[in-house]
């Protein structure tokens, strides 16, 4: 089987800027003979908000995007998270957000790269600093950087540190999650928004040590608010039902994407990823 996916975290109703993701994403899939997949990412329940999956479904099943199969959810598949885990070269490390940035290498490691102040401690190191703060658990990398081909990007090479797979409140990491599951549900297309860019290459890196192959990606770009940053719902009316329904979103979001059709089925003849926009798209609210 191959597959793409749509991933959204409930956090809260979708914004117009999920919408236009998923809807690409479906198209993608969808244009390629592939089955597309929903999988609810909830694994941080502190961002979960109550109602805000069967929302999201709601709302995509209303804009017409259709989903093969049930609906995965990460927090019923830790068990895969701890097998891959134990296939996987880790360290401990205790270090703080502010440990890290105030660390004497950081200013000599790329912006948003791990120092590797904890990766060689000695056992006696460890066992003093476990009585401090429990523990995440980092991906011991042998590389600095990893290259991934990207639809609409073209080749994009970046930095691999030695990134969190497991947080101190034991809590699975999103880079490992996403890649476990991508690689149990047969995705090899993943189609988001550019944001994620920067972190494909730590997945697809992840994805060779655990033995598979990197899916085909896709970043598509943002939707904007009326100040030029990433749309939030501090913005106004983003959702689909503040904005009217899908009467009024569907064609706003074929218009940003230079599609033709009322419906997404429609949308699909004709639909060419080299012809979309490369530039973030600012919503008019």
Same mark, same amino acid.
């Given at each position: 089987?191959?597959?793409?996916?749509?991933?959204?975290?409930?956090?809260?109703?979708?914004?117009?800027?999920?919408?236009?993701?998923?809807?690409?994403?479906?198209?993608?899939?969808?244009?390629?003979?592939?089955?597309?997949?929903?999988?609810?990412?909830?694994?941080?329940?502190?961002?979960?908000?109550?109602?805000?999956?069967?929302?999201?479904?709601?709302?995509?099943?209303?804009?017409?995007?259709?989903?093969?199969?049930?609906?995965?959810?990460?927090?019923?598949?830790?068990?895969?998270?701890?097998?891959?885990?134990?296939?996987?070269?880790?360290?401990?490390? +205790?270090? $703080?957000?502010?440990?890290?940035?105030? &660390? @004497?290498?950081?200013? %000599?490691? =790329?912006?948003?790269?791990? #120092?590797?102040?904890?990766?060689?401690?000695?056992?006696?190191?460890?066992?003093?600093?476990?009585?401090?703060?429990?523990?995440?658990?980092?991906?011991?990398?042998?590389?600095?950087?990893?290259?991934?081909?990207?639809?609409?990007?073209?080749?994009?090479?970046?930095?691999?540190?030695?990134?969190?797979?497991?947080?101190?409140?034991?809590?699975?990491?999103?880079?490992?999650?996403?890649?476990?599951?991508?690689?149990?549900?047969?995705?090899?297309?993943?189609?988001?928004?550019?944001?994620?860019?920067?972190?494909?290459?730590?997945?697809? +890196?992840? $994805?060779?040590?655990?033995?598979?192959? &990197? @899916?085909?990606?896709? %970043?598509? =770009?943002?939707?904007?608010? #009326?100040?030029?940053?990433?749309?939030?719902?501090?913005?106004?009316?983003?959702?689909?039902?503040?904005?009217?329904?899908?009467?009024?979103?569907?064609?706003?979001?074929?218009?940003?994407?230079?599609?033709?059709?009322?419906?997404?089925?429609?949308?699909?003849?004709g639909f060419d990823p080299q012809s979309l926009p490369r530039e973030p798209w600012t919503?008019?609210?």
């Open positions: 089987m191959t597959a793409g996916r749509y991933a959204p975290s409930p956090s809260g109703d979708l914004h117009v800027g999920n919408l236009r993701t998923a809807l690409l994403a479906w198209l993608f899939a969808r244009s390629t003979g592939r089955e597309f997949l929903l999988r609810v990412e909830d694994l941080d329940t502190g961002r979960t908000a109550d109602g805000a999956e069967a929302r999201q479904l709601a709302d995509l099943a209303a804009l017409g995007l259709d989903w093969d199969g049930a609906v995965v959810r990460q927090s019923d598949r830790t068990a895969s998270y701890a097998a891959a885990l134990e296939r996987l070269d880790v360290y401990e490390c +205790y270090c $703080t957000r502010r440990e890290i940035l105030s &660390a @004497p290498s950081a200013p %000599h490691t =790329p912006d948003g790269a791990y #120092p590797g102040t904890c990766r060689d401690l000695t056992e006696p190191e460890r066992a003093a600093r476990r009585s401090e703060r429990p523990a995440a658990l980092r991906l011991r990398s042998t590389v600095r950087s990893f290259t991934v081909h990207d639809e609409l990007h073209g080749e994009y090479t970046g930095m691999v540190d030695d990134f969190v797979l497991r947080r101190g409140d034991g809590t699975y990491a999103y880079n490992l999650a996403v890649v476990v599951d991508d690689a149990a549900q047969g995705i090899d297309q993943v189609v988001r928004g550019d944001d994620l860019l920067s972190s494909a290459p730590r997945q697809a +890196y992840l $994805t060779e040590l655990l033995g598979g192959v &990197a @899916p085909r990606y896709a %970043h598509v =770009p943002m939707v904007l608010g #009326p100040t030029g940053v990433r749309l939030a719902k501090r913005d106004g009316a983003v959702t689909l039902a503040e904005r009217g329904g899908p009467s009024t979103v569907l064609p706003e979001l074929a218009s940003s994407l230079g599609l033709a059709g009322s419906t997404p089925v429609e949308m699909l003849d919503l008019p609210l």
